[in-house]
């Protein structure tokens, strides 16, 4: 290890508002270096303070040009923002990754915007453990945004949005039946539904088919391209990760998260190939789910490292 690079190092220089070393923090973070690990531990007291939203939803919908629309609505009030794209290779658009790269260009030079993608690992609770701990990370750093853009509903985003403050359903007109699906999976995670591409037609009915399905979730109509509609949209973002207990009274659902947060590291920590050499023993009667289940764990405590 280089001098000058150690957890308590790195912590002052992100503390001082270092990019380079948050950059480089927030790589520890993801690839689960134990640095990272033990930087986390120094900053873990100074988090709780930041709006973490996801911002969810099929391919195309425009997720990543709301996340860029929101950062600079943020900005204007000189607030710090991340934006963490995870798995941004969906079938459907195969130019996004480039399309958001452009995109970010406008923001490379802000040292008040820090933007990373993630890509899936495969292991279970993998995704969401990293995510969130660079959540965590950005956080502790003193940003006042970090939204998270994930594809879908799939169980990543579940337990994504089980840990966000508020997770933001983008939805567009024009996606045909599919939006059945969609929305299916989506009703339960969705703080607010942001119906998309309102400079485009079919986004009054498709307002109607999400207050019509009698969700709690308020339902706005924004632009993201034109930015109309999307002030407010940032409005109700605050007000509901406002309404979160944790800036009040109790700290019950920061204390909710926290604990989605040790389920997901536990499962991170968890190797697929020792999950599938047991499900393997389980189906040939050679072992029981119980026992199975406290071996899986003494491997969890004989291994430092998470996904080893
Ligand atoms: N007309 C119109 N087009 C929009 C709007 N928002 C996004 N788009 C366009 O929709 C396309 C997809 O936008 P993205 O922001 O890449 O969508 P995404 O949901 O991030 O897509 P994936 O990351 O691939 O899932 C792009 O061509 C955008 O320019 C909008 O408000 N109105
Ligand atoms: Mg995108």
């Known amino acids: ?16 508002g270092d990019v380079r070393a948050l950059a480089r923090a927030a790589t520890l973070v993801e690839n689960r270096h134990p640095l990272g690990r033990d930087l986390m531990r120094l900053l873990f007291p100074r988090t709780g303070r930041a709006i973490i939203a996801g911002i969810t939803g099929p391919p195309g919908a425009g997720k990543s040009t709301l996340a860029d629309r929101l950062t600079s609505l943020a900005r204007e009030d000189r607030q710090r923002v991340a934006v963490l794209a995870v798995d941004p290779t969906s079938p459907c658009s195969g130019g996004a990754i480039l399309g958001d790269r452009i995109r970010m260009q406008r923001h490379h030079a802000d040292p008040g915007v820090f933007i990373r993608s993630l890509a899936s690992r495969g292991a279970s609770g993998g995704i969401a453990a990293a995510t969130l701990e660079l959540a965590l990370l950005l956080d502790a750093a003193g940003f006042d ?20 403050g508020v997770t933001v ?16 999976g989506m009703m339960e995670i969705a703080g607010v539904f942001a119906i998309n591409k309102c400079d485009t037609a079919g986004a009054g009915q498709l307002e109607q088919d999400i207050l019509a399905s009698g969700t709690p979730a308020p339902v706005q109509k924004v632009s993201a391209l034109s930015g109309e509609g999307c002030p407010d949209l940032m409005a109700t973002i605050r007000r509901l990760s406002n309404d979160n207990p944790a800036k009040s009274s109790g700290h019950t659902l920061w204390a909710a998260r926290l604990k989605q947060i040790l389920c997901a590291e536990v499962l991170a920590r968890i190797s697929n190939a020792d999950l599938q050499e047991h499900a393997a023993r389980l189906a040939a009667k050679l072992e029981d789910p119980f026992t199975a289940a406290v071996s899986l764990l003494e491997t969890i405590g004989n291994s430092r490292q998470p996904n080893g």
């Open 169 to 184: 359903v983008v939805l567009a007109p024009g996606f045909g039946d599919d939006i059945q699906a969609i929305k299916a």
């Open 1 to 16: 290890l280089a001098p000058g690079n150690s957890a308590a190092e790195l912590e002052a220089r992100i503390l001082s």
């Open 145 to 164: 945004w970090v939204f998270i853009e994930t594809v879908g509903a799939g169980q990543d985003e579940i337990a994504v949005a089980q840990i966000v």
